[in-house]
Nanobody, 115 residues
Framework: QVQLVESGGGLVQPGGSLRLSCAAS????????MRWYRQAPGKQRELVAT???????NYADFVKGRFAISRDNAKNTVFLRMNSLKPEDTADYYC?????????WGQGTQVTVSS
């Protein structure tokens, strides 16, 4: 059974930082491309960042220079470091694992940026 479990969300003030984690089980983690998506209330889910199985990263323009995705294959975990957070970053953040036609999602973790 595949599980992706996110953690690290919470309430943070504008300009603050958070680090999200996503622990995977039931897959050969190192073979999967990992992504973080987010979905704000009333909006469509959008791609935030990608890290390939080879460690290549890519970011949405709206987080470039502020967010950093990384992975620890020994711990089957992907991270999203979020700095300089803005109120518009408020959303549920989801971890996604993909390889060939396989796609798996976590349950999400909530991030609220507010003073």
């Amino acid at each position: 059974q595949v599980q992706l479990v996110e953690s690290g969300g919470g309430l943070v003030q504008p300009g603050g930082s958070l680090r999200l984690s996503c622990a995977a089980s039931g897959i050969i983690f190192r073979r999967y491309n990992m992504r973080w998506y987010r979905q704000a209330p009333g909006k469509q889910r959008e791609l935030v960042a990608t890290i390939t199985s080879g460690g290549i990263t890519n970011y949405a323009d709206f987080v470039k220079g502020r967010f950093a995705i990384s992975r620890d294959n020994a711990k089957n975990t992907v991270f999203l470091r979020m700095n300089s957070l803005k109120p518009e970053d408020t959303a549920d953040y989801y971890c996604h694992a993909t390889r060939d036609s396989q796609n798996y999602w976590g349950q999400g973790t909530q991030v609220t940026v507010s003073s």
